[in-house]
């Protein structure tokens, strides 16, 4: 591992700055360091303005995600010796709003959330609670997409978000099929009336970026394929 990392970082304030630049740093290297020490002892010891955001720095929080070399990545997760070189440009996520510097808005990633009525909502027949056991099928079926820390990674890599404002994109539909495959849930039809739409799931295309982006390795394209059927058994009737 070399002594020092070249680091390039994205500047921007909106509310003072004509465009956006990059500024360059020279880093020392210790081990075991993640791209968040990096931006970190930039702000510590070189640039006290330098922005951006984290919370928990054990990859649960989803709050330091970044566009580091190419990719969307969570900076507490991300260790620079895997990055295999001392070169390492640092980017807000695209396909959000920036705010300033690395920090980006998350207010439109979390509407399309709202859209699917995120969370869980018994049905009123169901008194007592029901329990799913872990070792189920149907558990089983949904258990990686359960995982989801709403980071924004699939939503910065998805090019149909890129181009379509109104796309409710990867996470949210990840999130909407962990719910519809619940069937003690009370609005399981609503919600897919919701997703099936031209803005819903017949806007991806199938391109597994949002995948491949996904730090928490779930599949949101298979979720997504998963509520296209359940669209089509819902036109025939069949799901309810
Ligand atoms: S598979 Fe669908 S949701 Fe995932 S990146 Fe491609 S278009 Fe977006
Ligand atoms: S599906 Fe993965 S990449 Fe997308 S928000 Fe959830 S954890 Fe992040
Ligand atoms: S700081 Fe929470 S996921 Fe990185």
Same mark, same amino acid.
């Not at 580091?68 to 507490?76: P, Q």
């Not at 709003?97 to 959330?113: G, H, N």
């Not at 099928?137 to 990674?153: A, H, N, Q, V």
């Not at 404002?165 to 609503?190: F, H, Q, S, W």
């Given at each position: 591992?070399?002594?020092?990392?070249?680091?390039?970082?994205?500047?921007?304030?909106?509310?003072?700055?004509?465009?956006? =630049?990059?500024? &360059?740093?020279?880093?020392?290297?210790? &081990?075991?360091?993640?791209?968040?020490?990096?931006?970190?002892?930039?702000?510590?010891?070189?640039?006290?303005? !330098?922005?951006?955001?984290?919370?928990?720095?054990?990859?649960?929080?989803?709050? %330091?995600?970044?566009?580091?070399?190419?990719? /969307?990545?969570? /900076? %507490?997760?991300?260790?620079?010796?895997? !990055?295999?070189?001392?070169?390492?440009?640092?980017?807000?996520?695209?396909?959000?709003?920036?705010?300033?510097?690395?920090?980006?808005?998350?207010?439109?990633?979390?509407?399309?959330? =709202? =859209?699917?009525?995120?969370?869980? !909502?018994?049905?009123?027949?169901?008194?007592?609670?029901?329990?799913?056991?872990?070792?189920?099928?149907?558990?089983?079926?949904?258990?990686?997409?359960?995982?989801?820390?709403? %980071?924004?990674?699939?939503?910065?890599?998805?090019?149909?978000?890129?181009?379509? =404002?109104?796309?409710?994109?990867?996470? /949210?539909?990840?999130?909407?099929?962990?719910?519809?495959?619940?069937?003690?849930?009370?609005?399981?039809?609503?919600?897919?009336?919701?997703?099936?739409?031209?803005?819903?799931?017949?806007?991806?295309?199938?391109?597994?970026?949002?995948?491949?982006?996904?730090?928490?390795?779930?599949?949101?394209?298979?979720?997504?394929? &998963?509520?296209?059927?359940?669209?089509?058994?819902?036109?025939?009737?069949?799901?309810?």
């Amino acid at each position: 591992m070399p002594d020092l990392l070249h680091v390039k970082v994205f500047r921007y304030n909106p509310e003072s700055d004509i465009a956006p =630049k990059y500024d &360059n740093f020279e880093v020392p290297v210790f &081990n075991n360091m993640a791209i968040l020490d990096v931006v970190m002892h930039i702000q510590n010891y070189m640039d006290r303005s !330098l922005s951006f955001r984290f919370s928990c720095r054990i990859g649960m929080c989803g709050s %330091c995600a970044m566009y580091v070399n190419g990719r /969307a990545r969570l /900076a %507490c997760r991300t260790q620079v010796s895997a !990055l295999k070189t001392q070169n390492i440009t640092i980017m807000p996520l695209p396909n959000f709003p920036i705010i300033r510097d690395l920090v980006v808005a998350m207010a439109p990633f979390f509407e399309k959330w =709202k =859209k699917i009525k995120p969370y869980y !909502l018994p049905k009123k027949e169901i008194s007592e609670p029901v329990t799913v056991r872990p070792d189920s099928k149907e558990r089983e079926f949904i258990d990686d997409m359960l995982d989801c820390i709403s %980071c924004g990674c699939c939503y910065s890599a998805c090019s149909m978000v890129a181009t379509n =404002k109104e796309y409710l994109g990867p996470a /949210a539909l990840n999130r909407a099929y962990t719910l519809i495959a619940d069937k003690r849930d009370a609005i399981r039809v609503e919600r897919l009336k919701v997703v099936d739409r031209s803005y819903g799931v017949w806007r991806c295309h199938t391109q597994f970026n949002c995948a491949e982006a996904c730090p928490k390795n779930i599949v949101p394209t298979r979720s997504i394929q &998963n509520l296209k059927r359940r669209c089509v058994l819902k036109k025939f009737g069949i799901f309810k």
